[in-house]
């Protein structure tokens, strides 16, 4: 019983967030190891060899002075490299399949309903009218993913197995089968060819409000849907939201699907609530299964422990 304590740090404030809950689950995958949840005055913080964190208060994890591995439990660290008290650890986010399909998920169905012209159906319904435009086929329409990381690349691939046109565009060049990537300054010929963009990025330095006027202008007006449309479940730091609305107004956007937002939770009086072109979820597009990432934490801790590698450590130089 002489293994480092891991501490859980938890302060999401939704359900799926309950320290509780985590707690339960920490402490059925790390049976012959303390786990403590924070904060715990009466614990001793130099026993703590490992965090277990979901946006913890900044400097609360300078109190470890014998910390190893910092364990976050979402796949995003912005909230995390905005800390400047941030101990200089190994820092490993969040990257499984669980989480994955549920991202793709949300972005196959939004994909769709902006496709299929959910929004103009539901309204008719609403109003009883039987009144159907042409509807045209997925490989008429181009997707066009920001972000081909663990997300946007799994993405791509069930998006072109639905019968979309997929392109792609990252930092550095990659290589997905069917999907013409494009990387750094190839953005704008991206954006040429991108019908509904999908914003799958890390909100970082080099991201931050990426997703501009200057950006929705440069996508391509010639489909069949007619304006292009905006899906963004990356991070609400990448949008400018006076631009969106702006933009969904004078017809430069056709739609936006939103889950993310600059404040969150999103404030009552948001002019997205109540935009008849904006799907808006909570922030929930791919939420983090408290059973799959204790087993994910646990596997990694001991693999550590063994001599073994990490996986899925932060680049703290790229802040992603
Ligand atoms: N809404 C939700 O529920 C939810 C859930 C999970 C995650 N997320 C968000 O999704 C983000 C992506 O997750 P992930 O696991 O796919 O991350 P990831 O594997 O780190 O992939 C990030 C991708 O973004 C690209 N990128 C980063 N900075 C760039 C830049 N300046 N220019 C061009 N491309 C850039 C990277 O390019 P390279 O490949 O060249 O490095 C990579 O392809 C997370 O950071 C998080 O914010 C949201």
């Known amino acids: 019983m002489n293994k480092g304590a891991l501490a859980l740090l938890v302060h999401g404030g939704t359900d799926n ?8 689950r920490f402490g059925d995958v790390c049976p012959d190891r303390p786990v403590v949840q924070m904060p715990d005055a009466s614990f001793d913080p130099t026993k703590v060899h490992y965090a277990a964190v ?12 014998n910390l190893r591995v910092i364990f ?26 669980d989480l994955t399909e549920r991202m793709t998920e949300y972005v196959v169905l939004h994909a769709l309903m902006h496709h299929r012209q959910e929004l103009y159906l539901r309204e008719s319904q609403r109003v009883k009218r039987w009144s159907p435009q042409p509807q045209w086929a997925a490989n008429a329409i181009t997707v066009g993913i920001m972000g081909l990381g663990a997300l946007g690349a799994h993405a791509a691939g069930v ?33 040429r060819q991108t019908d509904i963009l999908v914003c799958l990025l890390p909100a970082t ?14 996508l ?4 069949p849907m007619g304006a292009p449309v905006l899906i963004n479940a990356g991070r609400g730091a990448l949008q400018n939201e006076a631009d969106i609305l702006s933009c969904l107004e004078d017809g430069t956007l056709g739609g936006a699907s ?15 609530w109540t ?29 550590f422990e063994a001599g073994g590698a990490l996986d899925n450590v932060v680049d703290r130089g790229r802040g992603y």
């Open 220 to 223: 391509n007006r010639d489909s």
């Open 54 to 65: 979901w946006k913890p208060k900044p400097g609360d994890l300078a109190g470890f002075p």
């Open 159 to 191: 998006l072109r197995h639905v019968g979309f046109k997929v392109v792609g565009w990252s930092r550095s060049p990659k290589e997905i089968a069917g999907v013409p990537c494009f990387h750094g300054e190839q953005l704008d010929a991206f954006l």
């Open 72 to 97: 976050n439990l979402g796949a995003g660290v912005d909230a995390l490299m905005a800390d400047s008290t941030l101990p200089d650890l190994p820092l490993v986010r969040v990257a499984v399949p």
């Open 275 to 303: 935009h008849p072109k904006v799907v808006l979820t909570p922030h929930n597009a791919a939420d983090t299964d408290p059973d799959e990432i204790s087993k994910y934490v646990a596997q990694q801790i001991e693999r």
């Open 17 to 24: 967030w309950s320290p509780v809950r985590w707690m339960k």
């Open 258 to 272: 939103l889950d993310v937002y600059v404040k969150e939770p999103l404030p009552t009086d948001s002019p997205f």
């Open 205 to 218: 330095a080099d991201t931050r409000q990426i997703l501009n006027r200057g950006l929705f202008e440069k």
